[in-house]
T-cell receptor, first 111, second 113 residues
Framework: DAGVTQSPTHLIKTRGQQVTLRCSPK?????VSWYQQALGQGPQFIFQ???????QRGNFPDRFSGHQFPNYSSELNVNALLLGDSALYLC??????????FGPGTRLLVL | SQKIEQNSEALNIQEGKTATLTCNYT??????LQWYRQDPGRGPVFLLL?????KEKRKERLKVTFDTTLKQSLFHITASQPADSATYLC????????????FGTGTRLKVLA
């Protein structure tokens, strides 16, 4: 049973560029949440997708957008990248909301 | 809004000793609380969930307590090993009608051989 997978593992972009990160949830999970984790901080909730709809959004600007596909996989898009967007981006999947299973993360560096 | 606090200072202990990590929260009465382990550059791994009506929960060398009066959870690792060195995160579940988990900043544990 494959766990949560994310791609790519690492990414380097320059300011102003756009990036797309991908996530495949654990088998049987229908809910995907995205988190941003800066160095030395806990994961910060970006948004959650369920049934292909954004169900809740954290305190992130509209530059952060997402999508969930019919197979429950998800994408996180960030436009107009800023230096401060450099972080570890985590995807977590769940069923019935209680326990989240995290992927290995995508390390994004914005230069 | 609810807040969660963990000791952000690193905790160094000798191998074989018991490590105790603290998680305090405010402005919330959660139905449960979770603990995760995170290794550098990796995603958090779920360890334990303790419900409000459970005073204590154990899993192998791990023990978690939940004091809803003090609004505090303690996470213990007994007979600690260097392989236990990692950052440990506590997380509050979403409040009613929401879907947002709140994570602490984590406590970095280093077990010295």
């Amino acid at each position: 049973d494959a766990g949560v997978t994310q791609s790519p593992t690492h990414l380097i972009k320059t300011r102003g560029q756009q990036v797309t990160l991908r996530c495949s949830p654990k088998s049987g999970h229908d809910t995907v949440s995205w988190y941003q984790q800066a160095l030395g901080q806990g994961p910060q909730f970006i948004f959650q997708y369920y049934e292909e709809e954004e169900r809740q959004r954290g305190n992130f600007p509209d530059r952060f957008s997402g999508h969930q596909f019919p197979n429950y996989s998800s994408e996180l898009n960030v436009n107009a990248l800023l230096l401060g967007d450099s972080a570890l981006y985590l995807c977590a999947s769940s069923m019935y909301q209680e326990t989240q299973y995290f992927g290995p993360g995508t390390r994004l560096l914005v230069l | 809004s609810q807040k969660i606090e963990q000791n952000s200072e690193a905790l160094n202990i000798q191998e074989g000793k018991t490590a105790t990590l603290t998680c305090n929260y405010t402005n919330y009465s959660p139905a449960y609380l979770q603990w995760y382990r995170q290794d550098p550059g990796r995603g958090p791994v779920f360890l334990l969930l303790i419900r409000e009506n459970e005073k204590e929960k154990r899993k192998e060398r791990l023990k978690v307590t939940f004091d809803t009066t003090l609004k505090q959870s303690l996470f213990h690792i007994t007979a600690s090993q260097p392989a236990d060195s990692a950052t440990y995160l506590c997380a509050l579940p979403p409040t009613s009608g929401t879907y947002k988990y709140i994570f602490g900043t984590g406590t970095r544990l280093k077990v010295l051989a």
